[in-house]
């Protein structure tokens, strides 16, 4: 990411992603104590019980690097104006199909995030490493405190 060593990118990802994954936790307990939105969280960590971890695991981590090559890559690339915040819409947009409140609302936080980050970087391998780390923290941290 613009010009920047790849272990100074990889660093500045991992710790964003950590930190977004931290506010993302505090804020499970929270909606733990709302029915309807522990419901939501839950009916998507839920999706994962049937599946081998491995594959999960593999499976998040390349959506992650899939949604930014699409959304903060070729989407980000294409707008002359306003980029962070129409990429971020388009993301919640299409989020928005699965009719799940959290899912949009982390679409939002997440979309937001990460078109700042395509923003100062100038690359996608920043925003990359963000949203990876981010979704493996939340697959692996919101059914120990959602359930």
């Given at each position: 990411?613009?010009?920047?060593p790849l272990r100074s990118v990889l660093a500045a ?110 690359g996608i391998v920043l925003p990359a490493i963000t ?17």
């Amino acid at each position: 990411g613009g010009g920047r060593p790849l272990r100074s990118v990889l660093a500045a990802g991992v710790c964003a992603g950590a930190l977004l994954a931290a506010v993302f936790v505090v804020g499970a307990f929270v909606v733990r104590a709302v029915p309807a939105l522990a419901d939501a969280v839950r009916a998507v960590t839920g999706q994962a019980d049937h599946t081998p971890f491995v594959a999960v695991v593999a499976i998040t981590a390349l959506t992650g690097v899939a949604e930014e090559l699409f959304f903060r890559g070729a989407v980000y690339a294409r707008l002359a104006r306003r980029p962070v915040l129409v990429s971020t819409l388009a993301y919640a947009a299409v989020t928005a199909g699965s009719l799940n409140p959290m899912m949009i609302f982390a679409a939002l936080v997440l979309g937001t995030v990460t078109g700042l980050q395509r923003r100062s970087s100038g690359g996608i391998v920043l925003p990359a490493i963000t949203h990876v780390v981010w979704s493996l923290t939340m697959l692996l941290a919101l059914p120990a405190v959602v359930g």
